[in-house]
């Protein structure tokens, strides 16, 4: 297996400062270019970007089959996504991202007139879908009893590239 799985459960990525710190100390450790965050998905590791696609946008995929209400309000309501916890701590937004991909694929622009946060910050939401729609509340494809971000946050590594 190339990548060798050095460090589970790394937890959250972190603001910009907090991310970069993290990412020097790793080329440091084990080289530039030579380590990847990613999971053990199905006995072997996947680079996170490819877990973006496997595990976040197909856990939305899946939310929004299942409950249709919540796609059909979210259009109707929102003009705008944004993510207030990313905003206001520079961390990494993966919801927005994944629901306007969602979007974007099956041909559905929002329709409304309101910024609709995707997730809370500091307890606040904008709407009532904010909280339904953050990856707190969001099943997780791949283990429906977890929500979307313990799922994240629980099976994150990092694994370095072994050529043996």
Not at 13 to 24: F, I, M, N, P
Not at 95 to 103: D, K
Not at 132 to 150: N, W
Request: include cysteine; glycine fraction near 8%; charged fraction near 30%.
């Amino acid at each position: 297996m190339p990548w060798e799985v050095v460090e589970r459960k790394i937890g959250r990525a972190g603001g910009e400062k907090q991310r970069a710190a993290r990412q020097r100390d790793w080329d440091r450790r084990y080289g530039a270019d030579a380590w990847a965050v990613g999971y053990v998905i199905g006995g072997g590791f996947m680079l996170q970007d490819d877990a973006l696609e496997s595990v976040y946008y197909r856990s939305y995929e899946t939310h929004f089959r299942d409950y249709p209400a919540d796609l059909e309000e979210l259009v109707a309501l929102a003009k705008v996504l944004r993510n207030p916890h990313a905003e206001a701590t520079t961390g990494v937004d993966l919801q927005v991202p994944a629901i306007t991909r969602y979007l974007r694929e099956r041909g559905l622009e929002l329709r409304g007139t309101e910024v609709v946060d995707i997730g809370t910050w500091e307890g606040q939401r904008s709407h009532p879908i904010s909280v339904r729609l953050s990856p707190l509340h969001i099943a997780c494809v791949l283990d429906p009893k977890l929500t979307l971000e313990q799922w994240w946050q629980s099976k994150k590594c990092l694994a370095v590239w072994s050529e043996g």
